[in-house]
Nanobody
Framework: QVQPVESGGGLVQAGGSLRLSCVAS????????MGWFRQAPGKEREFVAG????????DYVDSVKGRFAISRDNAKNTVYLQMNSLKPEDTAVYYC????????????????????WGQGTQVTVSS
């Protein structure tokens, strides 16, 4: 079992950068695929990026490819989301989530396989 806690959100101008961090308590962090999701007001929760338990496989929603990068440090129980060239449409609450890995390249792109969720961190991009 892990409990994710996000940090690093804030207000940034369009074109700027932010780095989100997610520290997951628990001794089995390296057994979990990790994902970042976001939810804007009035919209459904959306997959943004995911990374396999070993860190060798990553996946992104098309709208962030080339701008966002997900990484993890299993020694620190931490997953990161580096967000560059931010746009106003990136404004949302960003959530970190953990899914028990079923195989080595497991990176689920939908919310349902994720068992543990953080409380979220607000990212606001001004135009």
């Amino acid at each position: 079992q892990v409990q994710p806690v996000e940090s690093g959100g804030g207000l940034v101008q369009a074109g700027g950068s932010l780095r989100l961090s997610c520290v997951a308590s628990g001794r089995s962090f390296s057994e979990y695929a990790m994902g970042w999701f976001r939810q804007a007001p009035g919209k459904e929760r959306e997959f943004v990026a995911g990374i396999s338990y070993s860190g060798t496989v990553t996946d992104y929603v098309d709208s962030v490819k080339g701008r966002f990068a997900i990484s993890r440090d299993n020694a620190k129980n931490t997953v990161y989301l580096q967000m560059n060239s931010l746009k106003p449409e990136d404004t949302a609450v960003y959530y970190c989530a953990a899914a028990k890995a079923r195989f080595s390249n497991y990176v689920p792109p939908s919310p349902s396989p994720y068992d543990y969720w953080g409380q979220g961190t607000q990212v606001t991009v001004s135009s």
